[in-house]
């Protein structure tokens, strides 16, 4: 196996308020925290899709940008790690974590995940109309894991929109399997989860 990553920056940040990728944790960029995660996990290279230095364009949605940098792949990768750059908390040992796991060669797709601590309930408006069963469900991470010509075909085979690249591979009946996530891996989405991130990081 010889496994590549790829770190997404190019979102608009609209949830944030501005653009996500180029701030700083640490004195670090988040974008660059994601790219040493998977350096540092045993990633031959990385391909940075974003405005930050060194990235290529990315897309209009994740799955665009994804898809950017799977094309510029390097021709002997055949796995690829995709990871978000707006999880700059992510271990080394998480990515090596995936990476094994998808070595073992009988998957198309590995992610992390992590169990659901909180009582979820759907919503209307302000109404709470149910609560939702936690039975079965997880909340899953980055970075996930692909056979390169799985991934390949997965986008190919449509071109609706997914929140994660597994996602594609689910509706392209593709296998799926998860590893242990990480409690710390948390996303930015938010302002004020920045200033948790900092906190963890301390
Ligand atoms: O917007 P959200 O936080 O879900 O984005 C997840 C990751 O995907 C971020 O790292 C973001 O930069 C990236 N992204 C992208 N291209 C887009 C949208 C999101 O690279 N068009």
């Known amino acids: 196996m ?5 770190v997404v920056a190019a979102g608009r940040g609209e949830r944030f308020g501005e653009p996500k990728a180029g701030l700083m944790l640490g004195g670090v960029p988040l974008w660059k925290r994601a790219v ?8 031959y290279g990385v391909v940075l899709v974003g405005s930050v230095p060194g990235g290529i364009p990315g897309g209009a949605r994740r799955r665009d ?5 799977l094309a510029a792949l390097p021709h002997d990768a055949t796995h690829v790690l995709v990871h978000d750059a707006a999880r700059p908390l992510a271990s080394a040992a998480l990515v090596r974590r995936v990476a094994s796991r998808l070595a073992e060669g009988d998957v198309d797709a ?10 979820l309930k759907r919503i209307a408006g302000e109404r709470v109309v149910e609560t939702v069963s936690r039975e079965g469900l997880v909340s ?3 970075p996930q894991g ?3 010509v799985a991934l390949r075909s997965a986008h190919a085979a449509d071109d609706d929109d997914a929140t994660d690249d597994a996602q594609l591979i689910e509706r392209d009946g593709g296998s799926v399997v ?15 989860d920045l200033a ?3 906190a963890l990081l301390r």
């Open 36 to 43: 040493d995660a998977l350096a540092e996990g045993g990633a």
């Open 196 to 198: 948790v991130a900092e």
């Open 140 to 142: 899953v991470q980055t």
């Open 178 to 192: 998860f590893v242990n996530g990480e409690s710390g891996n948390m996303k930015i989405t938010h302002p004020d």
């Open 65 to 69: 940008s994804v898809a950017a940098g």
């Open 110 to 119: 590995v992610t992390p995940a992590i169990s659901i601590g909180d009582t």
């Open 146 to 148: 692909f056979s390169v």
């Open 2 to 6: 010889i496994f590549y990553g790829i």
